[in-house]
């Protein structure tokens, strides 16, 4: 038996409220993410200018640094810089809400000291912030491209340009203070997530207030979210190693580049 027309509609209006829904969730998620997919230069601008308005004259001007391979890498560089400071930004932001509502390291360790939740979550929130500003600072390095290097040589190639050399050095000093952030900040800030998540993991509400079976429940589910959270902070940490490795070497291959 065929299902009568308002039968049809009307189970299709019911669908429609979820799928609005899950639409919306998604577009929350990828605008959070904030993954600007890399590939050709035109494609990778094409990218770019889907996140961030562009305009024609800075297409333009991004089309003609990606001819070349020297502008090509430049901007893949930059894009992937832009990338990993918007994961950190999202991982941040993900450890502060779970700090806040599913950690008591306080309460669980016997300290005294209850204000260490809200701390902790306050640094997260800085660290989100950090990140947030590190994103716009490589998407305006994007824009602006690399510095153009003085002569090595003056008079004719009788001497060495000492503009040269300090130039040299003025552009290695991204390379090492994203070293330094990676290394320094984010990967520590990953694995003392990571402990604090793993030692004082409790919701918000003791689940022994909770009648059961809600209290069981909720306590299995505050342990699966506190260990799934603690494995991407250790994750996050090592790649934050493995990330300022890079960065060092970036800064090492600048330093070839010394008329020395």
Known sequence: MMMQPDRLSEAISRLAGPR???AGLTGFVTRATFRIKRGTPAETIAAVGARWKLSDRTRLALAERGMDRAGAAYIDEKVQAINRAAFHRSAFVLNAVVQLLFVDLAAQVGLALPALK????????GLAI????????????????PNALPPKRRLFGLFGNPHYNRAVKKSSRPHARSAWREKSLYRSAYFVNAATIFLGSQFIIPPERLIFPFGFLIGKITGLIAMLVTLFDVWRGIRAGEDAR??????VAVYRDLDI
């Open 20 to 22: 609005r829904w899950l």
């Open 118 to 125: 809200y701390l902790l979550v306050a640094a997260n929130l």
């Open 130 to 145: 950090w990140a947030h500003a590190e994103m716009r600072s490589c998407f305006r390095a994007l824009i602006a491209g």
């Open 246 to 251: 890079i960065a060092r070497e970036r800064e």
